[in-house]
């Protein structure tokens, strides 16, 4: 059992487990330094520290590859939860880090293509084009036309990526006052613990390949979903098919709403999906590895970050989902208790549960559910509240519901990115088994 207050990517709902956060946002403490500071108001002061705190880190970040990109694309996505005041300066800043690095020169690309293909390497294709289009966290992506004609991704692992991670997260550490500047209340050392053995993980592109082609064959001829099939994988290479269409990056800066509805309950249909299909869980889910395509599927990419889950979300997330969805505070507290989320001789009032845990369910409560970063930042504000009776402190989440529970903060962050509304909790009954066991029904169209 993991106590609540010592979750780092994972400290919110303990509950209706859609509408999570991953960070301890204490999003609008950095503007509660009194109304006054040297004659100028807090709120300019705080602006203009935090501008200059995201240029410095930028610059730091960009020296880097592996864990700090990695940890760029956690905060990018989640600057949705800041209030507007504060978030604007660091938001292009941050967003940057989801698809920029600096490319390995043509000559390295080359060796790494040599020592894990061969020295015959350019037979394998009929064209391939030197300048990367794309950057991954721990390697950089090529175009390419494969020998028998087909489009492909050409994935080039950075040389020395293993030991340039342990570096990058040692240097970030030495940083971590700056993290703290831009995001009061984060866990920033346990998140880059866990963002290490994450990125680890995606240092074997053998497994990659063994992911993706697990997610190919599942969703062959899906009318919603394209994943590229794998071309070959050798070592520190991986070749995928290439796939078009708009990044939901894009979609969230200017996509039209039809879009961003679109692409945000294919998005979390997805992510349902995919253990009851084929096993496994996207565990990466940021805007880079998505494209909305011209046909209106949603294309998929990047499997180095793959939790297994074999038969499908179990019963027991889908009862800590439903939750918040009870509609009665006595119900609440009892399944609360039921599910081992209240700490062995703490007294909690039903009534205070209910009000911290419902607002949270609001996604998997209504027929349809509109996000957006107005209803993130106020999540993260009654969460991050700090005072001794709020009953956050008194919850815990149980162990086995942990890497579920990442993944859907992460996409909960992208979703109110989008801005997206659909029925969001057809997709939880539909997809998670035990979630609809005793779930109240949605209000009607009078209410």
Request: net charge negative; with cysteine; hydrophobic share 45%.
């Amino acid at each position: 059992m993991t106590h609540v207050s010592d979750l780092p990517l994972r400290a919110v709902t303990r509950t209706a487990k859609l509408a999570t956060l991953p960070l301890g946002f204490a999003g609008r403490t950095a503007l509660g330094v009194g109304k006054k500071t040297f004659g100028r108001s807090a709120e300019k002061v705080a602006l203009e520290i935090q501008t200059r705190t995201a240029e410095q880190l930028f610059k730091v970040l960009g020296e880097l590859k592996g864990g700090a990109m990695k940890l760029g694309q956690v905060l990018s996505i989640f600057e949705a939860a800041l209030p507007p005041e504060i978030a604007g300066p660091y938001r292009a800043t941050l967003t940057k880090l989801q698809e920029a690095a600096p490319p390995m020169p043509v000559t390295t690309v080359h060796r790494v293509l040599t020592e894990n293909l061969g020295a015959d390497w350019r037979d394998l294709f009929q064209s391939f084009d030197d300048k990367p289009a794309a950057a991954a966290s721990i390697g950089q992506v090529h175009k390419a036309v494969w020998q028998d004609g087909r489009e492909v991704a050409v994935k080039v692992q950075y040389p020395g990526a293993g030991k340039a991670i342990i570096g990058d997260f040692n240097q970030m550490a030495r940083v971590g006052k700056m993290f703290g500047v831009l995001f009061p209340g984060a866990d920033i050392k346990n998140i880059l613990e866990e963002l290490k053995v994450r990125v680890r993980e995606e240092l074997d592109y053998t497994v990659e390949a063994a992911s993706q082609s697990a997610f190919a064959e599942a969703f062959a001829g899906d009318p919603d979903f394209l994943v590229p099939a794998v071309v070959a994988q050798s070592g520190n290479v991986l070749v995928t098919e290439w796939i078009y269409g708009t990044p939901l990056s894009q979609i969230i800066t200017s996509g039209t709403q039809e879009q961003r509805d679109r692409a945000g309950i294919l998005f979390s249909r997805f992510l349902f999906s995919a253990p009851a299909r084929c096993g496994h869980l996207h565990a990466d889910p940021h805007p880079g590895n998505f494209r909305l395509m011209d046909d209106g599927r949603l294309g998929v990419i990047d499997f180095g970050a793959v939790d297994r889950i074999e038969g499908g979300f179990h019963k027991e997330i889908g009862r800590l989902m439903r939750i918040g969805t009870l509609g009665d505070a006595d119900q609440i507290l009892a399944a609360c208790k039921a599910e081992g989320m209240v700490r062995p001789g703490v007294e909690i009032d039903a009534e205070d549960l209910a009000a911290f845990i419902e607002p949270l369910a609001v996604p998997l409560i209504s027929d349809t559910f509109k996000f957006s970063r107005e209803w993130l930042r106020d999540q993260a504000v009654r969460v991050t509240d700090l005072r001794p009776n709020n009953v956050v402190r008194f919850l815990d989440l149980p162990n086995d519901y942990v890497l579920v529970h990442r993944t859907i903060a992460l996409g909960t962050g992208v979703l109110c990115q989008l801005e997206a509304e659909g029925a969001y909790r057809a997709e939880a009954i539909r997809w998670v088994p035990g979630f609809a066991d005793d779930a109240i029904e949605g209000p009607s169209e009078e209410e």
